[in-house]
């Protein structure tokens, strides 16, 4: 029988021809790949000096092939404080323990620090002995700078600049970690009269004063707080501290702060807040902490509500003449 043959589909494109390569053309491939990759290529011999640096580089350091070949490569492009370290990595990775890509810093020819995700490859002889190290880096600092912008975007409230509800619930699950957690104070304030404003003087008005709450909710938190816009008139104060006594007094400090006057583009403007407070403990829940924080403030105001009829609001809004 003779045998089968697959026919051939009309409109099929054929199968190239395969293509077969030379040793000494496969040796001008490689040559010409290395020259040409916009990738970071050095490589060293055991103890760490420059074997070969490719085009790429050389314009990365601002150093010609001949300046580099010979020098030790935690000289040409680690940062001097992690040199010591790059030299231990070094030796670590020529007695054959495996490398781990990862990223690092790299010093550029003007001295500054760029990101390069680095991989590192051992050249070993054919019975195993290494001989040296290859790295291949690519520059990827603009890529982390996007993403550290894009990540800030989503956890900065757009409007006043302060940190989101999502960036509080990350910090508290940090805070309130049963494992490495050391607890934290919560403040959770409410504008007094806050629809006032808005009705008043209009929502770009009522604007400008959340922009004016959150920038004295700053200097209240100071270095070691953390202020956050849950959504409308409403803030939240994280202290590092648990302390009941010293949550309570800074309240009052608060609430004494968002009762002076705030200047919206030649309006003066008068409001108030209601502010309650709570401790986290490791192992808590956030969702839970916040409720507390969240209840204590609506007492505040509800008692502040059954006041107001026979006694003067403590938080009043409108303009000062």
Partial sequence: MHASRRPHLAGAPARPAPVSVTPTALDGLARATFEATAALVLVCDSAGQVLLANPALQRFTGRHRDELVGAP???????????????????????????????????????????IELQTSVLSHDDGRPYGVAFIGIDVTEHREREARAWQQAMTDPLTGVANRS?????????????????????FCDLDGFKAVNDGFGHAAGDRLLVAVADRLRELAGPEGFVARLGGDEFVVLTPGTDADDLAARARRLEALLHEQFDLGGTPVRVGASTGSATGSP?????????????????VKSVRRTRRPSAPAPADVGPRR
């Fill in 73 to 115: 490569f935690w000289e040409v492009v680690t940062l001097p404080q992690e040199a010591e370290l790059a030299r231990a990595a070094m030796a670590l990775v020529a007695a054959g323990q495996p490398a781990v890509p990862g990223e690092v810093d790299w010093l550029d020819a003007d001295g500054t620090a760029r990101r």
């Fill in 167 to 187: 960036a509080l619930f990350a910090l508290l699950a940090t805070r309130l970690d049963a494992g490495t957690g050391e607890g934290c104070g919560l403040l």
């Fill in 283 to 299: 192992g808590e829940h956030p969702d839970d902490v916040v409720a507390r924080a969240d209840t204590a403030m609506y007492a």
